[in-house]
């Protein structure tokens, strides 16, 4: 049976076919035919709006079977988790695997867009795995990011990577090796 995994892609002009299609690429080699990995386009990716991708993100957990794992990188993750905590998603993840997240809120970036949500570890499905993965040498997300997550979702498990920047030089081995075990619950 293949395991749907959903990749979320991060912000930026041409972030979807010329960076994070590199992360795809990798998460794909790591994991094998086992595994469906969708890489959705995210729209207007070159000027990220929450609305705007949350909605693409809710049609896309909303065509997955009962125990996908969601992986989001960047803005994606934020999005992403943030998507989930407002409104779960009717088929419940397995596993939710955060990259480089921007955390937004206190001790974060700022937005005047949206309203994070403020107990966001408590609004996530109870049965939901979160992971969190971090390079230390993260040129566009400070590694004080990785703390707040971590301190907004308690249970959530943080992965610092040494040597490694926003797009974990482009090697994803270590997410799929949280992936490989994760079960699914149908």
């Given amino acids: 049976m293949t395991r749907q995994i959903l990749f979320i892609q991060g912000g930026g002009e041409a972030v979807h076919d010329q960076w994070d299609d590199k992360l795809v690429a990798s998460l794909r080699a790591e994991l094998g035919a086992d595994y469906e990995v969708r890489y959705p386009l995210m729209p207007n990716e070159d000027d990220p709006s929450y609305a705007a991708w949350a909605t693409a993100i809710r049609s896309e957990l909303a065509a997955l079977d009962e125990g996908a794992v969601l992986?989001?990188?960047?803005?994606?993750?934020?999005?992403?988790?943030?998507?989930?905590?407002?409104?779960?998603?009717e088929r419940e993840p397995a596993a939710i695997l955060l990259i480089s997240a921007p955390f937004v809120g206190p001790g974060g970036w700022e937005t005047d867009e949206w309203t994070p949500q403020r107990a966001l570890g408590d609004n996530l499905p109870r049965r939901v795995a979160v992971h969190l993965f971090y390079g230390l040498d993260d040129d566009t997300v400070p590694a004080s990011h990785a703390e707040a997550y971590a301190r907004a979702i308690p249970r959530a498990e943080l992965r610092r990577l040494p040597g490694r920047d926003h797009q974990l030089n482009n090697d994803l081995s270590e997410v799929a090796d949280v992936i490989r075990p994760v079960r699914s619950r149908h």
């Fill in 71 to 89: 992986v989001g990188h960047s803005v994606g993750a934020t999005f992403l988790v943030h998507a989930i905590a407002e409104r779960p998603p």
